[in-house]
């Protein structure tokens, strides 16, 4: 193995970043620019007083009219066609957070549950004299799986607070230090208890605390490991998968998926990637099995036997498996990374079906398999959730400028 | 069509805040001169980032045409620049995160070293070494990075691109730069 060691100064990171940023924009970029922007239209605000200019009052009041006809007729078929449509009901409700008022400082987070099939919210808490900046633009709200709380992250991925459903009550949480920033949270089955990756690689600790914040148990976690990451909890409740060296291409030991038993006994090692690169592993709703992304796909991993199956073969991320463990669903990237869309395997590797294309990602069931939400990326700051059947059919979308879970 | 490119100093005694009032009623050649004016830093910051030329430009683009649909509602006009950047440094993370943070190593000319005078080898190394680790980290470790380091915003400009405080802005700084080391520590030891 060679060794090459060199000081950290300022002065190489500018000169890397400088290097890295290349000399001078590419040829045709600004006039692709212009171009795009002169066939893409802007929204236009109606201005009352340039109707007066322009048209007589009896005209207006005639386009008021017709507007109105308008949308009693369209209210009509509306109503007829949601009696007529599937109705994404899923077995449960989303829940989502908001700030409200957007665009002020401060202002509120709100958390709300949210019927998929109407689009009806209840608000379920509300966190007032927030600074918005402190939050990122992107929360989230994550369900515990029996729904009675939830936990609420900021847009780095820290969690900020654990809603009380039946309560209708949040207990704020000090930004934490969770290490590598998205998904460094699991909860436990039983959604009693939660646990969290916290400090640098090599200092890490999995943080166990209950559903009122108090800290349970700090589980150390060997330190030879690094890029720790994707906690886990076994659907037993008896251990929490983590990933380590992840995103690593060549290391000194190859990806591993380590089970940390939740009572504090040795971790064991549960899949030993001698190359790829894996992106995430997450346990069968029974507890048998592993499914886990590389870069070259998806595998599955029978525990009793370690024997692997091979179920997709592609630029496939972001895996979640069916509520019942036949499927799994998960983001392709396509060759040029310009579009995602969602996609639903049998966790054999039969049936692959894409469900979307353009820049979906996130995949998450619906209590009862029959559909997935995912966020869609309209092109500014925050996506939004849309729903769309298991089965394929016209997506749904579900709020604006919000990240759901189910 | 061809589009025509006019450059901001094409519309002679307009301050930028004017370009962006007349952008938002959609004039194109106020946006183009906006363009113009922005591009350039804009798709630097993007490549930096990103870490190679066709991402960036893609970001780049995207940015522009999001900043273009959202104009009208832009209220503080003197702010353009900072808007846009957020918008941008907004973009580029999403693209990494949705990216599941596949490493990839660029292929470009930016890194093509055969032709390096061995004088400098030592520094080309390095730089290649530091590149390298900087693509271990995550989205939002690499934006603060090329904020400060690159384009030397101060630290009110980089909170107001990152949507974050100021004090948390010099927190994250000392956590990137950690993260850089420790990144770069594990590239020394991996072989190659």
Known sequence: MTTHRIALTDELIERMLAERSGSRIPAGLVGAIVSKSAVTPQPRSIRLPGLSWNLRPGFVWLLVALALALVVIGGAIAGASRRTAVSPDGGGPMIAAQFYPAGRSPTSIRVFELDPATGERLPLVELPGVDPSSFGVSMRAVWARDHGHALLFDDFGRPRGIVDVAHHSLIALSPADVANGDDQVTWSPAGDRFAWLNGPAGRSTLVISDVTGRELRRLALPTDLSDLTQPSWSPDGSAILVVTAYGCVVCPRGPRAIAVPVDGSPSRTLLDETSGNVTRAVWSPDGSSLAYSTSGGISTMTLADGRRTVVTSGADIQLAWSPDGRRIAFTRLNADAERTGIFVVDSDGSNLTQLTDGADDTPIWSPDGSWLAFNRDQGIIEPSAWVIPRTGGEPRLVVESARADW | ?192
């Open chain 2, 1 to 192: 069509m061809q589009p025509l490119v006019i450059p901001a100093n094409a519309l002679p005694g307009q301050t930028e805040a004017e370009l962006v009032r007349r952008a938002a009623r959609g004039d194109n050649a106020a946006f183009e001169a906006l363009v113009a004016a922005h591009a350039d830093r804009a798709f630097r910051t993007a490549r930096a980032i990103l870490g190679n030329e066709p991402d960036a430009r893609d970001a780049t683009q995207d940015a522009f045409i999001s900043a273009w649909r959202e104009l009208p509602r832009l209220r503080e006009v003197n702010q353009f620049e900072a808007w846009l950047r957020r918008i941008l440094v907004n973009g580029c993370r999403s693209r990494l995160r949705v990216r599941g943070r596949v490493r990839e190593i660029p292929m470009d000319g930016a890194f093509d070293r055969s032709g390096a005078d061995p004088l400098i080898a030592d520094q080309v190394v390095d730089t290649d070494m530091l590149a390298r680790a900087f693509d271990r980290l995550v989205a939002d470790t690499r934006a603060i990075l090329v904020l400060h380091y690159l384009l030397h915003e101060p630290v009110a400009a980089i909170a107001s691109a990152m949507a974050i405080p100021a004090g948390t802005v010099k927190w994250r700084l000392h956590r990137a730069r950690e993260a850089l080391e420790r990144a770069l520590l594990a590239e020394g030891e991996d072989p190659r």
